[in-house]
């Protein structure tokens, strides 16, 4: 049985393959996973004489454990050929899609999906897709020719992570004039999840002790919340500790809000205070302050059944983050703010401002980035972001001119109309 996979990142060879390994050992099954690189070969072309396999290296506070790897299959190059993607989609061996290609992949606006999307816009006028949306919307066409059913998994940090994809099916198949809305209504479900496992980029260090071209190095806490709303079969991922539920909503926004919060707040702050790995961002007093508010705040606004265990959820995160064997560096999640901060710093900012708390600890995020963004574009510095050249042109054009000042701005670029919230109490 397969599982096909869009994203075959560091994040899903120590994740979601991990899981499915690890129920294949233990109770004799035989999953596979074949990947999909949306954008690049490099690492399909490196592992390609290795078949796939790799090294795991988990990294505890107090040791270091390694782990052969040898999930997957095959990974396909989709701009090389989509045809193959489609059909391997529409295949009936296939009976899980998983997802892991960060918020970009998505081709999202506030209102759904980007039909002007220069991906988008150009898989509707195309027999031969490359975005996400558009070859899961052709392998589902096809797949509705034989009514074989899928369960399509999302693992990327967005609320309502699978039903958000879903809907940005929907809206590219309209657009096209397909309607096989019967068949995905009867045959195929969208399970929504929350992942949690701090994977950093491989090193060069890495390769070399471990003499192979692809290792992936990742903590030992992992987490693994998943909608129980399948149309097949699935691994036994909860025997290796994933947990199925009815409602994965209260576990991912604690997650967006505190973890995903505190890591973008602490990307920004910590480069603009010249820090590069997240460990020794935390080991500023400081910084480490400043991100405890944070999650702190966020934690305020949570539904009420997480806030009584928050005090444990931040102290652990607090441990994690300072782990000194995990070299994430600072750069890696800084990566696409535009995107991210909507929801890891204004929806709690919200929820904060209509309570009618004080929004400071979520204000100093914005401005940290704003500040950030500053200083790439004084630097001469590339922005990997979808607005990257815009939003470094936008915030050296505002002038440091206070915090205000930064905080108008930033919100102003994240489109967000509500202004500054309540004032924190002096």
């Keep these: 049985m397969r599982i096909l996979h869009f994203g075959i990142g560091n994040f899903h060879r120590a994740h979601q393959a991990w899981y499915t390994q690890d129920a294949n050992r233990r ?54 050929d989509p045809q193959a993607v489609i059909a391997c989609l529409a295949e009936g061996d296939t009976r899980i899609v998983t997802v892991t290609v960060t918020e970009k992949g998505y081709c999202l606006t506030g209102a759904g999906l980007d039909l002007d999307h220069p991906d988008i816009s150009a898989d509707l006028r195309s027999g031969a897709p490359r975005s996400l949306v558009g070859l899961l919307a052709a392998g589902l066409r096809a797949r509705a020719a034989t009514g074989q059913p899928l369960t399509v998994i999302s693992c990327d940090n967005l609320p309502d992570n699978s039903a958000t994809l879903k809907a940005a099916i929907e809206a590219f198949l309209a657009a096209q004039g397909h309607d096989i809305l019967a068949y995905l209504d009867k045959s195929v479900r969208f399970a929504n999840t929350m992942v949690d496992r701090i994977t950093p980029a491989t090193t060069e260090a890495l390769r070399t002790t471990l003499a192979e071209p692809e290792p992936v190095a990742t903590e030992a806490f992992s987490d693994w919340v998943i909608e129980d709303n399948f149309a097949t079969p699935i691994p036994d991922w909860a025997g290796s500790g994933a947990t199925i539920t009815a409602d994965v909503a209260p576990y991912e926004l604690r997650k967006l809000w505190l973890l995903n919060g505190a890591h973008s707040f602490l990307a920004y702050a910590g480069l603009n205070a010249g820090h590069a790995l997240v460990s020794d961002a935390v080991g500023d007093p400081a910084l480490a302050s400043a991100m405890g508010d944070l999650m702190r705040a966020a934690a305020a606004v949570l539904p009420a059944g997480l806030r009584q265990d928050a005090e444990d959820y931040i102290a652990a995160l607090l441990a994690r983050f300072a782990n000194p064997n995990i070299e994430h560096r600072l750069a890696q999640i800084a990566q696409d703010g535009s995107l991210k901060l909507p929801v890891r710093i204004l929806a709690p900012r919200r929820a904060r401002a209509a309570a009618g708390l004080d929004t400071a600890a979520h204000d100093r995020a914005i401005t940290e980035w704003v500040r950030f963004l500053r200083a790439a574009h004084v630097a001469q510095a590339p922005l990997n972001d979808p607005r990257g050249a815009a939003l470094g042109v936008a915030a050296a054009q505002g002038g440091a001119q206070g915090a205000l000042s930064d905080l108008a701005l930033g919100l102003a670029l994240l489109g967000e109309t509500g202004g500054a919230g309540p004032k924190a109490a002096r």
Excluded at 48 to 54: D, E, I, Q, S, W
Aim: aromatic letters at 8%; hydrophobic letters at 40%.
């Design 27 to 80: 109770t004799g099954s035989v999953w596979r996973i074949t990947s999909v690189s949306l954008r690049h070969p490099d690492l399909r072309d490196r592992l390609r004489g290795v078949g796939f396999r790799y090294t795991l290296r988990i990294l505890g506070p107090d040791g270091v454990r390694d782990t052969a790897m040898a999930v997957h299959d095959d990974i396909l190059f989709a701009p090389e």
